[in-house]
């Protein structure tokens, strides 16, 4: 409770397929993840990073999306 989270998975390039990376995925600064981490509460996530995949495109990673506790 309280560290700082980090998901982990494949984040493909939408032009080839390729690889990009592992995105880190973190709570907006400020987040109560007590509060947010109860069922039928949500976190706001944010993505953070640059990514390059093996043919050089590069993209940056923006935006946020919801992380609602069900269970």
């Known amino acids: 409770r309280g560290g700082v989270l980090m998901a982990r998975g494949d984040l ?13 995925i973190g709570p907006f600064p400020g987040t109560d993840l007590v509060r947010g981490g109860e069922i ?3 976190v706001h996530m944010q993505p953070t990073g640059t990514f390059v995949c093996a043919n ?4 940056r990673a923006a935006g ?3 992380l ?4």
């Open 40 to 42: 039928g509460r949500h």
């Open 12 to 24: 493909l390039c939408p032009l080839d397929g390729l690889v990009l990376g592992l995105p880190r």
């Open 64 to 66: 946020d999306f919801l």
């Open 56 to 59: 050089g495109h590069r993209w």
């Open 68 to 71: 609602e506790r069900i269970a």
